[in-house]
């Protein structure tokens, strides 16, 4: 079974810096699909980020990108000139090309934004 | 935009109660979830269905059933409540499909206490 692996409970940053926010997988599939969830205060779930394993090329939406490294099993997400607006739990997860749409979440980050 | 209605925001109902957690989704989805969010744990699958009538068991399905008579709505049912299903339960839907541009789109979650 797969799993995801978020090693940091919690994180901070200053407004206007940047930060990385860790994920690792395991998995033996060759073909799969990472994400980048947001949970902002008010809950609901927001797709960040996706990426496609068997693409090389780091995927980014505007401030934010990930490092995957398919190798390392390693899918971390940065955000630049971060905004208060991103203050939120941040949740990996990870669905199998092959095994229809189920998703496996890591135990999520909080971001806090220091003004 | 896609939109993913739960009844409520916050429910308190009492040991032994049969709960009634309802989902409706306005975009025509064949895919929907149940998930059970618990600090520390992230987000677990209790229950998807695939169409109307289908159901699948996911990582944590004891005590709870689903039930989906119509496409747009999925209900989750907890038979007989007991104070471990105090939880945020989710709810999501997508379209079917192998890449990753068929995310999952979640609603605002409901609070349950078991008291």
């Known amino acids: 079974a797969q799993t995801v692996t978020q090693s940091q409970p919690e994180m901070s940053v200053q407004e206007a810096e940047t930060v990385t926010l860790s994920c690792t997988y395991d998995?033996?599939?060759?073909?799969?699909?990472l994400f980048w969830y947001k949970q902002p205060p008010s809950r609901q779930m927001i797709l960040v980020i996706r990426?496609?394993?068997?693409?090389?090329q780091n995927a980014t939406e505007n401030r934010f990108s990930v490092n995957f490294q398919k190798a390392a099993k390693s899918f971390s997400l940065k955000i630049s000139d971060s905004q208060l607006g991103d203050a939120a739990m941040y949740f990996c997860?990870?669905?199998?090309?092959?095994?229809?749409?189920?998703?496996?979440f890591g135990t999520g980050t909080r971001l806090t934004i220091i003004p | 935009d896609v939109k993913v209605t739960q009844s409520s925001r916050y429910l308190v109902k009492r040991t032994g109660e049969k709960v009634f957690l309802e989902c409706v989704q306005d975009?025509?989805?064949?895919?929907m979830f149940w998930y059970r969010q618990d600090p520390g744990l992230g987000l677990r699958l209790i229950y998807f269905?695939?169409?109307?009538?289908?159901?699948e068991k996911g990582d944590i399905p004891e005590g709870y059933s689903v039930s989906r008579e119509k496409k747009e709505r999925f209900s989750l049912i907890l038979e007989s409540a007991s104070t471990n299903q105090t939880s945020m339960y989710l709810c999501?839907?997508?379209?079917?499909?192998?890449?990753?541009?068929?995310?999952?789109?979640f609603g605002d979650g409901t609070r349950l206490s078991i008291l």
């Open positions: 999501a839907s997508s379209l079917p499909g192998r890449g990753p541009n068929q995310p999952q789109h």
């Open positions: 269905s695939y169409d109307v009538k289908m159901k």
């Open positions: 998995t033996s599939e060759s073909d799969y699909y």
């Open positions: 997860a990870y669905r199998s090309a092959r095994w229809g749409e189920k998703l496996t």
């Open positions: 990426q496609e394993a068997y693409k090389q």
């Open positions: 975009m025509d989805h064949e895919n």
